[in-house]
């Protein structure tokens, strides 16, 4: 009964997924030509075709984890928006429901926001570069079963991403 339970215990520990050093060792980085920012980011994810303005990309996984990267100019109307104003305008306009946050940063230049919709785990990351003028992005998607996987994968991508 004992040997029993021990190999229950054993078992689930290896159904749980973890973030492996050696694999991350592996880890490619994508440079996007038009907007020069990069980022780094595991084998396990697959490059979608880029799209013909050359703004960003976008990369799956088979456990139905998504991210993307992009670029966009930071001046509607002729003037660059700061960080509130840039936070405002995604809640405002992108469709996606950002009333489960549960991690915000901000500051100058950064935005982070983190949290739950139904199933999944959203976190984004945007940076204000070349003075303002250019939002460089990373929005990552992933299954709350995965999560104890994602969330290291996740902190790992967003500490290398780089601004153009």
Same mark, same amino acid.
């Given at each position: 009964?004992?040997?029993?339970?021990?190999?229950?215990?054993?078992?689930?520990?290896?159904?749980? *997924?973890? @973030?492996? %050093?050696?694999?991350?060792? /592996?880890?490619?980085?994508?440079?996007?030509?038009?907007?020069?920012?990069?980022? $780094?980011?595991?084998?396990?994810?697959?490059?979608?075709?880029?799209?013909?303005?050359?703004?960003?990309?976008?990369?799956?996984?088979?456990?139905?984890?998504?991210?993307?990267?992009?670029?966009?100019?930071?001046?509607?109307?002729?003037?660059?928006?700061?960080? *509130?104003? @840039?936070? %405002?305008?995604?809640?405002? /306009?992108?469709?996606?429901?950002?009333?489960?946050?549960?991690?915000?940063?901000? $500051?100058?230049?950064?935005?982070?926001?983190?949290?739950?919709?139904?199933?999944?785990?959203?976190?984004?990351?945007?940076?204000?570069?070349?003075?303002?003028?250019?939002?460089?992005?990373?929005?990552?998607?992933?299954?709350?079963?995965?999560?104890?996987?994602?969330?290291?994968?996740?902190?790992?991508?967003?500490? /290398?991403?780089?601004?153009?």
């Amino acid at each position: 009964m004992l040997f029993a339970r021990r190999a229950l215990v054993l078992f689930s520990m290896a159904a749980v *997924p973890v @973030f492996d %050093e050696a694999a991350a060792q /592996s880890w490619q980085t994508y440079v996007n030509p038009r907007y020069g920012f990069s980022i $780094d980011y595991p084998p396990q994810f697959r490059a979608a075709p880029p799209p013909a303005n050359g703004d960003g990309r976008d990369f799956a996984a088979t456990d139905e984890a998504h991210f993307s990267v992009y670029g966009e100019l930071n001046n509607p109307g002729g003037k660059e928006r700061t960080i *509130p104003e @840039f936070e %405002e305008y995604i809640r405002d /306009s992108s469709g996606s429901d950002y009333s489960h946050v549960t991690y915000r940063f901000a $500051d100058a230049g950064i935005l982070v926001l983190s949290g739950v919709r139904g199933d999944r785990v959203f976190y984004e990351k945007y940076i204000l570069s070349q003075h303002g003028q250019i939002v460089n992005a990373f929005v990552m998607t992933y299954p709350t079963g995965a999560k104890a996987l994602y969330d290291a994968i996740a902190a790992r991508m967003s500490k /290398s991403l780089h601004p153009g």
